[in-house]
T-cell receptor
Framework: GNSVTQMEGPVTLSEEAFLTINCTYT??????LFWYVQYPGEGLQLLLK?????DKGSNKGFEATYRKETTSFHLEKGSVQVSDSAVYFC?????????????FGTGTRLKVLA | EAGVTQFPSHSVIEKGQTVTLRCDPISGHDNLYWYRRVMGKEIKFLLHFVKESKQDESGMPNNRFLAERTGGTYSTLKVQPAELEDSGVYFC??????????FGSGTRLTVV
């Protein structure tokens, strides 16, 4: 079945450091891939998405490239800020399965120190 | 545009009691989803409504969980009787079409 694996946290970085959160997936079809973010006390927000191989999603300085050959969708940011502290979830959705439900990873908590 | 509203935001109940969670989707969104995150693990799909019909309830863990969606508007998720392993954060999301969910803030359920 389909699954998502993302690196365990927590990840602690200093402000302006480079961020990478790894995400790999297993899917039988051609899924769409997503990164969601949950800030403290808030709901899940879509951060970025990519719907086909080699697509790059980007938003708020974050980027992720859909790599079919490595089945990966790693999240990167060149210079993190304290306000980026949150939990980040990688997810996939595979329309070939006949449904738009998401399969999420376990989440990675990021803490950015000033 | 109002977002997806869930309440209560927190609920603490004793094992064996009943709890009802409510979700108000964005007006006009036909699709409504329930997910939950248990003990810091992955967020798991519970079920999907299209209007008032259950499109997919493959993620419902057992028959202690009952979801309804009245008139295709708000939805409730009832847990009866609650068990310790039901503790977690329950998220609701709605969408108008395929992708582009909007999630609510979640209900944190603690069963003691």
């Amino acid at each position: 079945g389909n699954s998502v694996t993302q690196m365990e946290g927590p990840v602690t970085l200093s402000e302006e450091a480079f961020l990478t959160i790894n995400c790999t997936y297993t899917a039988t079809g051609y899924p769409s891939l997503f990164w969601y973010v949950q800030y403290p006390g808030e709901g899940l927000q879509l951060l970025l998405k990519a719907t086909k191989a080699d697509d790059k999603g980007s938003n708020k300085g974050f980027e992720a490239t859909y790599r079919k050959e490595t089945t990966s969708f790693h999240l990167e940011k060149g210079s993190v800020q304290v306000s980026d502290s949150a939990v980040y979830f990688c997810a996939l959705s595979d329309p070939a399965s006949g449904t738009y439900k998401y399969i999420f990873g376990t989440g990675t908590r990021l803490k950015v120190l000033a | 545009e109002a977002g997806v509203t869930q309440f209560p935001s927190h609920s603490v109940i004793e094992k064996g009691q009943t709890v009802t969670l409510r979700c108000d989707p964005i007006s006009g969104h036909d699709n409504l989803y329930w997910y939950r995150r248990v003990m810091g693990k992955e967020i798991k799909f519970l079920l999907h409504f299209v209007k008032e019909s259950k499109q997919d309830e493959s993620g419902m863990p057992n028959n202690r969980f009952l979801a309804e969606r009245t008139g295709g508007t708000y939805s409730t998720l009832k847990v009866q009787p609650a068990e310790l392993e039901d503790s977690g954060v329950y998220f609701c999301a709605s969408s108008q079409a395929d992708y582009g969910y909007t999630f609510g803030s979640g209900t944190r359920l603690t069963v003691v």
